[in-house]
């Protein structure tokens, strides 16, 4: 499987660099392209100076060129959206394929003093339901928003489904550069599987504080190793996955046998 992130800052209205480089992408037969969370809107605090007839109109001009590009290209694209419905603003991950499109409500969005989304989203508070799971050409994938790695209850839901690789786009910033890596690296051991981060670029500037986005877009193993890293500019980084590799990986360590095991006799 050959996917892609491309690493941008946020694109508002524009589409000029969503197009060249998936053009690129599909000349190397990427099948999949995923975007950090901010790059088809503002980040969240501009958001909250902007009415919602821009957004929503924003939204709707963004959805119409992802599909475009999507059915053009023959990939799927997969990107974190700002939706407008009925007057509420909700934080989505969008997955873009050629012939369909479907939306990932997060479900658990960042809810401290600097960093509000729960309280300025509409995004409801309920019984966690499992991410968005999709297949192409036979490989498994599931999508977690970036804070939502945080969460075992996810990795619960997930357990029994094979998945070959997690997709997080992100946002993150301030000082969390070593901690995304060590979470990424251990939940992509515990389960076995891939982990493709996309995180964006560009900064934005409080009244106090800075926020730079530090990009570090990453691909992990199954087997916790880092394989693939971009720096802190803009960038198209090309990867590719395996099945095999992932199989190869639940054999070696045998973490899902043992705990079967366990949960078998128990039931007895």
Partial sequence: MIAAVLQLNSQGMSSTKLYNYIRVAHKKNVKLILLGEYVLNPFFKELENMSLAMIKEQALHQIKILKELASTYQLTIVAPLIIVKKENIYKTVAKFAPASTSYYQQQILINYAHWNEEKFFSNAVKELESPLIFKIDGFKFAILSGFELHF??????????????????SVS???????????ALTRAFTHNCYILRANRIGEYQDKEVTWKFYGDSFLVSPNAEILNHLGNQEELMIVEMSHTEVVQARRSWGFKEAINKRTIKNKG
């Fill in 173 to 183: 910033t301030f000082d969390s550069y070593e901690r995304w890596k060590a979470i």
């Fill in 152 to 169: 075992d209850d996810f990795f619960a839901k997930l357990k029994e489904k094979n998945i070959d690789a997690i997709l997080v786009p």
